[in-house]
């Protein structure tokens, strides 16, 4: 049985940092995406940040390419989602999801986490 568990998020002031954790049990497959998606209060679900399972590739959101940053721990089965330069607009539940088969394509996903709430005041 494939589990994922997030955790990291909380209340932050813009241009403050976060850094949300996915630990992956039950799913060993090398060849797929591990993501990050959010979705804001009457807003889509958005593809934020994917990273290769089976390499170092890395996809990002442009909204937001330069301030955060996707990377795994093989040896723990988590990936993180450093999260730098927060801005108001980036409050969402962000999920992690494993098992995809394309990047920041929600519905390409298997596996899917409950959710971490990140929240950012200005």
């Known amino acids: 049985q494939v589990q994922l568990v997030e955790s990291g998020g909380g209340s932050v002031q813009a241009g403050g940092s976060l850094r949300l954790s996915c630990a992956v049990s039950g799913h060993t497959y090398k060849s797929d995406w591990t993501g990050w998606f959010r979705r804001a209060p009457g807003k889509e679900r958005e593809g934020v940040a994917a990273i290769y399972t089976g390499g170092t590739s890395t996809y990002y959101a442009d909204s937001v390419k330069g301030r955060f940053t996707i990377s795994r721990d093989n040896a723990k089965n988590t990936v993180y989602l450093q999260m730098d330069s927060l801005k108001p607009e980036d409050t969402a539940m962000y999920y992690c999801?494993?098992?995809?088969?394309?990047?920041?394509?929600?519905?390409?996903?298997?596996?899917w986490g409950q959710g971490t709430q990140v929240t950012v005041s200005s």
């Open positions: 999801a494993a098992g995809g088969r394309l990047p920041l394509l929600a519905y390409e996903y298997k596996y």
